[in-house]
C-alpha cells in the first residue's frame, strides 16, 4: 500500500509562477527525503506537472518497499529470511539484483550487495564495543557465489546457504533513475533519492548543483552548473548522475578507533580509508552512486584510478587531512 | 552621485572621473610616445573598489549590480542512511 505523501500542500499554480517557475514536491521516505523537481513546458498545464511528481514519489516509494532491509514485510527482506538456495522475485527486485551484480564489475568488486552479514556485524560490534566485521575471505567468497536467472516476469536467484542481500549502497541512485525515466516530457527534470540525484537537462537547460562541506552545517564545499546538451551523440542526451558517499555521517568512535558504514569487500571491516567525502558526477545516479561509495572505501589514490578507468563527468574528493582533490573534468561546471 | 564617496565594504563600485576624461570605450588606456623625453599619459576610467577602499575625489561612484541570484536546485550529500 502507497504510503501518504508527505507534499508540499501548496497549489501547484503558484509554484510553477514563482521566481524560479519550478515546481518541486518531496516526502520522507529511505531513512531521508525523496524530491522531484520539474521544469513545466512553456504554456503547458501547471497540473499535469503536479500530476507527474505525485505519481513518480509514490512509484518511488512503492518500489523502496519492495527493495527494503528494514521493514519485515519487504520482498528483500522476504528473500533474506528465506532458507532455500533458489528463490523466485519479482521485477523490481530482480532488476535491483542486477544492476547490483553490473556495479560489482563496474568498481572491480568493491560494491558488493551481499555483504548485508558484514555490515550488521560492524554495526552491532559498535554498539556492543566489540571488534567489528566477519572474515573478509568468507564474505568475498559468498558474495561472489551467487546468481540471477533472468525470466519473463522477475528471476530465480541462486545463492550459498545464508547468503543475505544488502542494497542499501546501490538502491538510491538506482530508483532515482527509474524514476527520471518517466518525467521525459518536461524540459528539465530531477529526482532526489536523498542526495543521489538523477538529472536530465535539455538543451538550452541549465540548473546549479550543490555539493554539501561535510564540515559545515548547509555549507557547500562547490556549486556544479549543470547544461543540456545538443544530443549529437548517445553521451550527449542531457542526462546526468549525481551523488555523495563518505564516512563522516555514519561513523562511530569506539576507543580511539574509528569504524563506519562501508565495508571493504576485500575485509569484510570498515573500510580503513583516507577519505571524508567524494562526490562524482557522470550518466546516471547509479553509477555515481556506486562509484562514490568505492571511491571512499579504496581511498584517495586507488579510487581517483578508479574514476581514470572508468571515466566520469567530474569528481570532488575530500581527504581526512582536509585536502580537497577536483577531477579536472569537474572544471567546467563549476559555478 | 558625484563628489567625494565612501565605499561600503560590503559593496562593489565602479569608478569613474567626473571631469578631464576623453572618452573611451576601454577601460583603461595609456598612451606612450615612441621617445623617451616625451610626456606619458595614463587614463584609468574605471577602478572597481575592493572592499574597504574609499574612492578618491572628483569621482563618480556606481554601484554594481547585484549578482543573480543563484538557485541550487538540489544538494548532493550523504545520505541518511
Same mark, same amino acid.
Given at each position: 500500500?502507497?504510503?501518504?505523501?508527505?507534499?508540499?500542500?501548496?497549489?501547484?499554480?503558484?509554484?510553477?509562477?514563482?521566481?524560479?517557475?519550478?515546481?518541486?514536491?518531496?516526502?520522507?521516505?529511505?531513512?531521508?527525503?525523496?524530491?522531484?523537481?520539474?521544469? !513545466?513546458?512553456?504554456?503547458?498545464?501547471?497540473?499535469?506537472?503536479?500530476?507527474?511528481?505525485?505519481?513518480?514519489?509514490?512509484?518511488?516509494?512503492?518500489?523502496?518497499?519492495?527493495?527494503?532491509?528494514? +521493514?519485515?514485510?519487504?520482498?528483500?527482506?522476504?528473500?533474506?529470511?528465506? !532458507?532455500?538456495?533458489?528463490?523466485?522475485?519479482?521485477?523490481?527486485?530482480?532488476?535491483?539484483?542486477?544492476?547490483?551484480?553490473?556495479?560489482?564489475?563496474?568498481?572491480?568488486?568493491?560494491?558488493?550487495?551481499?555483504?548485508?552479514?558484514?555490515?550488521?556485524?560492524?554495526?552491532?560490534?559498535?554498539?556492543?564495543?566489540?571488534?567489528?566485521? &566477519?572474515?573478509?575471505?568468507?564474505?568475498?567468497?559468498?558474495?561472489?557465489?551467487?546468481?540471477?536467472?533472468?525470466?519473463?516476469?522477475?528471476?530465480?536467484?541462486?545463492?550459498?546457504?545464508?547468503?543475505?542481500?544488502?542494497?542499501?549502497?546501490? @538502491?538510491?541512485?538506482?530508483?532515482?533513475?527509474?524514476?527520471?525515466?518517466?518525467?521525459?516530457?518536461?524540459?528539465?527534470?530531477?529526482?532526489?533519492?536523498?542526495?543521489?540525484?538523477?538529472?536530465?537537462?535539455?538543451?538550452?537547460?541549465?540548473?546549479?548543483?550543490?555539493?554539501?562541506? !561535510?564540515?559545515?552545517?548547509?555549507?557547500?564545499?562547490?556549486?556544479?552548473?549543470?547544461? #543540456?546538451?545538443?544530443?549529437?551523440?548517445?553521451?550527449?542526451?542531457?542526462?546526468?548522475?549525481?551523488?555523495?558517499?563518505? +564516512?563522516?555521517?555514519?561513523?562511530?568512535?569506539?576507543? #580511539?578507533?574509528? +569504524?563506519?558504514?562501508?565495508?571493504?569487500?576485500?575485509?569484510?571491516?570498515?573500510?580503513?580509508?583516507?577519505?571524508?567525502?567524494?562526490? &562524482?558526477?557522470?550518466?546516471?545516479?547509479?553509477?555515481?552512486?556506486?562509484?562514490?561509495?568505492?571511491?571512499?572505501?579504496?581511498?584517495?589514490?586507488? @579510487?581517483?584510478?578508479?574514476?581514470?578507468?572508468?571515466?566520469?563527468?567530474?569528481?570532488?574528493?575530500?581527504?581526512?587531512?582536509?585536502?580537497?582533490?577536483?577531477? !579536472?573534468?569537474?572544471?567546467?561546471?563549476?559555478? | 552621485?558625484?563628489?567625494?564617496?565612501?565605499?561600503?565594504?560590503?559593496?562593489?563600485?565602479?569608478?569613474?572621473?567626473?571631469?578631464?576624461?576623453?572618452?573611451?570605450?576601454?577601460?583603461?588606456?595609456?598612451?606612450?610616445?615612441?621617445?623617451?623625453?616625451?610626456?606619458?599619459?595614463?587614463?584609468?576610467?574605471?577602478?572597481?573598489?575592493?572592499?574597504?577602499?574609499?574612492?578618491?575625489?572628483?569621482?563618480?561612484?556606481?554601484?554594481?549590480?547585484?549578482?543573480?541570484?543563484?538557485?541550487?536546485?538540489?544538494?548532493?550529500?550523504?545520505?541518511?542512511?
Amino acid at each position: 500500500m502507497a504510503r501518504a505523501l508527505d507534499l508540499d500542500d501548496r497549489p501547484a499554480t503558484e509554484q510553477v509562477a514563482g521566481a524560479s517557475g519550478i515546481l518541486s514536491r518531496s516526502m520522507a521516505l529511505m531513512g531521508g527525503h525523496v524530491g522531484v523537481h520539474l521544469r !513545466p513546458a512553456a504554456g503547458s498545464d501547471a497540473r499535469v506537472a503536479e500530476a507527474d511528481a505525485g505519481t513518480v514519489l509514490r512509484r518511488i516509494s512503492a518500489w523502496a518497499d519492495r527493495l527494503t532491509r528494514f +521493514t519485515e514485510t519487504s520482498e528483500l527482506s522476504r528473500l533474506n529470511r528465506d !532458507p532455500g538456495t533458489a528463490v523466485a522475485v519479482g521485477p523490481t527486485l530482480a532488476a535491483a539484483l542486477d544492476w547490483g551484480r553490473y556495479a560489482e564489475g563496474l568498481t572491480d568488486g568493491i560494491v558488493d550487495i551481499g555483504l548485508l552479514d558484514a555490515r550488521l556485524a560492524a554495526e552491532e560490534a559498535s554498539a556492543a564495543n566489540e571488534p567489528n566485521g &566477519v572474515s573478509g575471505t568468507a564474505a568475498s567468497l559468498a558474495s561472489r557465489s551467487w546468481s540471477l536467472d533472468r525470466r519473463a516476469h522477475g528471476a530465480i536467484v541462486r545463492r550459498p546457504v545464508g547468503l543475505r542481500f544488502d542494497l542499501d549502497g546501490i @538502491g538510491k541512485g538506482w530508483l532515482a533513475d527509474r524514476a527520471l525515466d518517466r518525467l521525459d516530457r518536461h524540459p528539465a527534470a530531477v529526482v532526489d533519492a536523498d542526495g543521489d540525484v538523477a538529472i536530465r537537462l535539455d538543451p538550452g537547460m541549465a540548473w546549479s548543483f550543490g555539493i554539501a562541506d !561535510p564540515r559545515l552545517e548547509a555549507h557547500d564545499l562547490a556549486v556544479l552548473r549543470l547544461t #543540456g546538451r545538443d544530443g549529437g551523440s548517445p553521451r550527449d542526451d542531457g542526462r546526468f548522475g549525481l551523488a555523495t558517499s563518505g +564516512t563522516s555521517v555514519h561513523r562511530w568512535d569506539r576507543d #580511539g578507533a574509528v +569504524t563506519h558504514h562501508l565495508i571493504d569487500p576485500r575485509t569484510g571491516r570498515s573500510a580503513k580509508t583516507d577519505i571524508v567525502q567524494v562526490t &562524482v558526477l557522470t550518466r546516471t545516479a547509479r553509477e555515481a552512486e556506486a562509484l562514490a561509495k568505492s571511491v571512499v572505501i579504496l581511498g584517495v589514490v586507488a @579510487g581517483y584510478e578508479l574514476l581514470e578507468r572508468v571515466g566520469v563527468d567530474g569528481a570532488v574528493l575530500m581527504t581526512d587531512r582536509d585536502e580537497l582533490f577536483i577531477h !579536472p573534468a569537474t572544471l567546467r561546471w563549476l559555478a | 552621485m558625484t563628489g567625494i564617496a565612501t565605499a561600503s565594504a560590503l559593496i562593489s563600485a565602479f569608478l569613474s572621473p567626473s571631469v578631464g576624461v576623453n572618452a573611451t570605450s576601454t577601460t583603461t588606456s595609456t598612451t606612450v610616445s615612441a621617445a623617451p623625453t616625451d610626456a606619458v599619459r595614463h587614463i584609468v576610467r574605471y577602478v572597481q573598489l575592493q572592499p574597504g577602499q574609499t574612492a578618491p575625489p572628483n569621482v563618480i561612484v556606481k554601484q554594481a549590480p547585484a549578482p543573480k541570484p543563484r538557485v541550487v536546485i538540489v544538494t548532493t550529500k550523504q545520505s541518511g542512511r
